[in-house]
């Protein structure tokens, strides 16, 4: 695929948010308009641009996938959002609220009432019911499982029963099994009768009698085999499978690692009861991955941008008041110097290069250390080794760049004692962001915590304290 081709998705979809915005805009200055006028015909002129703005808005919006749709509601103001959620068909609520973020999805509930999130989710699926159960009122909730049958009210509440990056709980439930006694072509006469095939579905699930999984036959195996073989003889018998207990972010990695497109979930007896997606793991490694960035910017949950001010403000103040004391703290430690910077004039503006490169370095280890966590490439019996390996390049780099700022010291101020410092100084705070870099996430982990929650502020108050006791101490023994 060329880089044109690859771009064009995007381009469209973003078309689509510039024709919808150029929509709104053209909807509320007709409509500015008509409320100047004075008249009797006032009224009728109102209700008639209303009406015919809206329902282009409303033509548009019908041909736009459900994804897009949601792209294009988050990306919009709350008031706009609302006009073009009210445009959008009702049949098509329920998909497009799957697609929002979680932040977006609770302005859109709170705007329907019980009636239409009822409808939204009737035609749903037991596995995306699930996916929007929390997040709906409890009354609701109840009424919309007494509406479904015993097997998808079953479902349900087994997805329900999971942690929300369990397994079991992105599992789907919508699967074609067949058994290993019977041939090729029984298997393509039974599909034939299917109105139409699960989503994803690049095999299908070979059970016995009692349910329990005993392979997978691969579509591609089925289509290129003589009809007249069975599928015991054909099938896989030793699939990649998960159970419903395991982590969701251990079954992501193993997709990516195997390529996989689905895969079978089992209980402790070996079971089938559903299956993992491609689908749902993109949606997991996404999700977990912007959380990650929240975290390692001390923000507490993911914000809709066009929140009330007062919402952003309660998600962010936290991470904020412990930065405003690790700020007091440094700028402490600077006051323990006061009389060194007054004789040294220098020194004030010197040491927020000292600190700054220190934060930098130290956001690199860190994001390198919560990687590799994440990815589980992190033990007990490699950490001294990977501390060693920080260090060292910390020191390479403080040696290096040191070097360089504590010339460029000597050549603006003509003191070749405080290059020295500067050098010192540098590498000294690089091995601190180093060690921290490390021990932060770790010390975390430990704890039970994300360790990239509040990550980056942490290392960098530790960088910013330390530079500048580091760089105002050395300063103090060998300049002064």
Do not use: C
């Not at 053209?26 to 008249?39: A, P, S, W, Y």
């Not at 590799?372 to 501390?387: P, Y």
């Not at 603006?412 to 490390?438: D, H, K």
């Amino acid at each position: 695929m060329t880089e044109v081709e690859a771009k064009k998705p995007q381009e469209s979809l973003q078309d689509r948010l510039a024709q919808v915005v150029e929509l709104l805009h053209r909807h509320k200055l007709v409509e500015d308009l008509t409320h100047r006028q004075e008249g009797q015909h006032q009224d009728r002129v109102e209700i008639l641009v209303h009406r015919q703005n809206l329902a282009e808005l409303q033509r548009k919006l019908e041909g736009v996938h459900p994804a897009d749709i949601a792209h294009i509601l988050e990306a919009l103001p709350l008031e706009d959002r609302l006009t073009v959620w009210q445009l959008v068909k009702a049949e098509r609520d329920g998909d497009i609220l799957l697609e929002v973020s979680d932040a977006v999805r609770e302005t859109l509930i709170a705007d329907m009432d019980d009636h239409e999130i009822l409808a939204a989710a009737k035609d749903l699926d037991a596995d995306e019911l699930a996916d929007l159960a929390p997040e709906l009122p409890r009354d609701v909730v109840h009424e919309l499982m007494e509406t479904l049958d015993a097997q998808q009210r079953e479902r349900v509440r087994s997805a329900l029963s999971y942690e929300e990056d369990q397994v079991g709980a992105l599992m789907d439930f919508e699967m074609v099994t067949i058994r290993e006694d019977v041939s090729l072509e029984v298997v393509l006469r039974y599909l034939r009768r299917l109105k139409e095939l699960p989503g994803h579905t690049d095999k299908l699930f070979v059970v016995d009698y009692d349910g329990v999984l005993k392979g997978v036959l691969p579509i591609k195996r089925l289509l290129v085999n003589d009809p007249d073989k069975q599928v015991g003889e054909v099938m896989a018998d030793d699939p990649v499978s998960f159970h419903p207990d395991e982590d969701g972010y251990d079954a992501a990695q193993a997709f990516e690692r195997y390529d996989l497109i689905s895969a079978p979930v089992v209980d402790k007896n070996g079971k089938l009861i559903g299956r993992l997606t491609i689908d749902e793991m993109v949606d997991l490694i996404r999700e977990e991955s912007e959380s990650e960035v929240l975290n390692m910017a001390g923000l507490r949950e993911e914000e809709d941008i066009f929140a009330s001010v007062w919402k952003s403000v309660r998600n962010r103040w936290a991470w904020l008041a412990i930065n405003l004391v690790t700020a007091f703290l440094a700028s402490r430690v600077i006051g323990l110097f006061e009389g060194s910077i007054e004789k040294l004039v220098a020194l004030a503006a010197l040491m927020p290069i000292v600190a700054g490169i220190g934060g930098n370095s130290g956001n690199q280890t860190i994001t390198m250390i919560v990687r590799a966590m994440a990815l589980d490439q992190v033990s007990t019996g490699n950490t001294a080794r990977l501390v060693r390996k920080e260090l060292g390049v910390s020191l390479i780099n403080g040696i290096l760049w040191g070097g360089v700022i504590g010339g460029v010291a000597y050549y603006l101020y003509g003191s070749w004692s405080l290059g020295v410092v500067m050098t010192t100084a540098m590498t000294l705070n690089l091995l601190l962001a180093a060690l921290m870099g490390v021990l932060i996430p770790m010390t975390l982990a430990r704890m039970g915590r994300d360790p990239a929650m509040g990550a980056s502020v942490m290392i960098t108050a530790m960088t910013d304290s330390g530079g500048f006791f580091i760089f105002l101490g050395l300063a103090s023994i060998f300049l002064l």
